[in-house]
Structures are given as C-alpha cells and as structure tokens.
C-alpha cells in the first residue's frame, strides 16, 4: 500500500499557520507528501524546505486572483496538490495548515487504510473534527461547527476538491461514500493572537466577498473580539506532541464568560441544548454517504 499526503499553503509565517506540524503530523504513514507552496509575502517557501524529508515535494504555485468568490482558490490549490501525487499510490492523505492530527491516531488510520484498500465501494474516510478556540484550552461545541470531514480519498482523478475546498465530491457533485475512521482532526485555526487573528480575517475574507462587503462586514479594528462566540468548552485531553513548542509559545489569555455569550434565537438555543445533551444534530447536513462504521 502507498500513501501519499498532500496539502496548500501561503503566508504561513504571516498568518501564524502550524503548517510544519499539520504535515509533520502524518508524515510518518505517508510515502511522499506534495506541498502546493502559493507565492507568498513572507519565507513560506523556505519555511517548507526546512522540513528537510526526502518524502517532501514541493510545488510553487500563484494564486488565482480570479477565483476569490466563494473561496474557489482554495480548493483549485488543493486539486494542484492532489493531481500532482504519484500514479501509483492508493490513497490520497489531506490535512489543512491550520490542522493536525495526533498521534494516537495514526495507528487507526493507517489500518483503516489497509482494511479498505481493496474495497472499491469505499471512496474515502471521515475523520471526526475538534476546533480549538480562543487558545489551547478550550474547544467550540455547538452544533454548527463542523463535526466529521473527509480527509483521506482514493487516488481517482474523479475526485476533486469541493467549493472552498471544505470536502470532496466526483464525477458531477456526487458525495463520496466513505467508512468512518476512530482519529480526530484537531483544528487549530481560530487559535491565534487577537491581532493575528484579526488580520488573518479581514485576509481570508477576500477570497469570498468583494471589498464593499469586508468594509461593511468586518470590524475595522486591531484586535479580534473572541467573546463573540456562543459557545465554548474547556479541553481536558492532550495536544499532539507536535505542537509542544507552540503551547509553550502563548503569549495571550483567553476565558469564556457564558453571560456575555454570543446571543441565538430562541431556535438555535433549543436545537444547541438537544445537540449537547443528546448529540443530535437536528439538520446537519454531511458532505458524505457514511457506508461503513
């Protein structure tokens, strides 16, 4: 069996991206990992090379200024990366820069990628997804924050990225069918300094609205407000070990106070409590056929 990660990225140090450990993270059950490189305003390219492994491959790219409604460039980024993996690999791993998997998991993965190589019904696996917010200690739980995503496809050519590369889909729109697999994605991507994080906004803002709707959407202002979420919940597991140097990098608090919560209607405030007490997700809609469990 061969496995080949693949990934994007661009202004990784600018925007505080933990890049190296999203790939480093997977590295050890990938046979080459292919790194789409966007031309960036900062050492993004070197900081790539610095991996120093014979499996990375590295693919400059340029961004598609053309593409920037709907985040479409973020998903032609990551098909550069996936049409550029070897022939001969049977399966295609794709983790985010703002993503890391822990390493408890890889045993699960790489034997869910064994046990359905051969098994052609199974287009992909879905991961469940934790997001941090604020900092390392806590995590978003309400229910509109993704929960499941796919992150590991066949070597197809009929699959593709999907929109704003948020999933993947084939042939026309179809949704992949895919087999669940017991690891955790853990998305590290609203875990910045407020001005980092604030900048990285009103950045990635323009890959999907206009300038007239950021200047009428997104506060003109220093710092990132993260009191502005409506739920949140302390962490109590452990970080991937590769993301010890940056835990000990914090350099800023974040607490939740649930009086000053973001406020719901009366609506989503119900459907959250049913979400939390029982884990149902009344509406939720998956980019996936899950077929096997």
């Not at 052609?120 to 917010?133: E, I, P, R, T």
């Not at 914090?250 to 919560?261: G, I, M, V």
Request: charged residues 30%; hydrophobic residues 35%; glycine residues 4%.
């Amino acid at each position: 069996m061969k496995v080949s990660g693949f990934s994007f990225i661009k202004n990784a140090l600018k925007f505080d991206y933990p890049i190296i450990e999203a790939i480093t993270s997977i590295l050890p059950i990938c046979d080459e990992f292919i790194v789409a490189v966007g031309k960036s305003d900062d050492d993004t390219l070197e900081y790539i090379k610095s991996i120093n492994s014979p499996k990375i491959k590295i693919l400059e790219t340029v961004w598609d200024d053309s593409l920037r409604e709907g985040g479409r460039v973020l998903a032609d980024e990551t098909n550069k990366a996936f049409r550029a993996i070897a022939a001969d690999s049977d399966w295609a791993f794709y983790i985010q820069g703002d993503e890391v998997i822990h390493e408890k998991y890889l045993d699960n993965i790489k034997a869910a990628m064994v046990k359905y190589k051969d098994d052609k019904a199974v287009d992909g696996l879905v991961f469940d997804h934790l997001n941090f917010y604020g900092s390392y200690d806590y995590i978003a739980d309400s229910r509109h924050w993704q929960k499941k995503e796919i992150r590991v496809v066949r070597n197809q050519k009929n699959i593709y990225s999907y929109k704003d590369a948020m999933s993947f889909r084939k042939d026309n729109d179809d949704k992949l069918n895919v087999a669940y697999v017991d690891a955790c994605i853990y998305h590290y991507g609203w875990v910045k300094t407020p001005a980092a994080m604030q900048q990285k906004q009103m950045e990635f803002q323009k890959l999907w609205h206009d300038d007239n709707w950021i200047k009428e959407n997104v506060p003109q202002v220093d710092e990132f407000d993260f009191s502005n979420v409506d739920s949140v919940d302390l962490f109590k597991g452990t970080h991937p070990k590769v993301m010890e140097q940056r835990l000990k990098r914090l350099t800023w608090k974040f607490s939740f106070d649930p009086t000053k919560a973001k406020k719901e209607s009366l609506r989503r405030q119900i459907l959250n409590k049913i979400y939390k007490s029982t884990g149902v997700h009344i509406g939720e809609f998956k980019n996936y056929n899950l077929i096997r469990k």
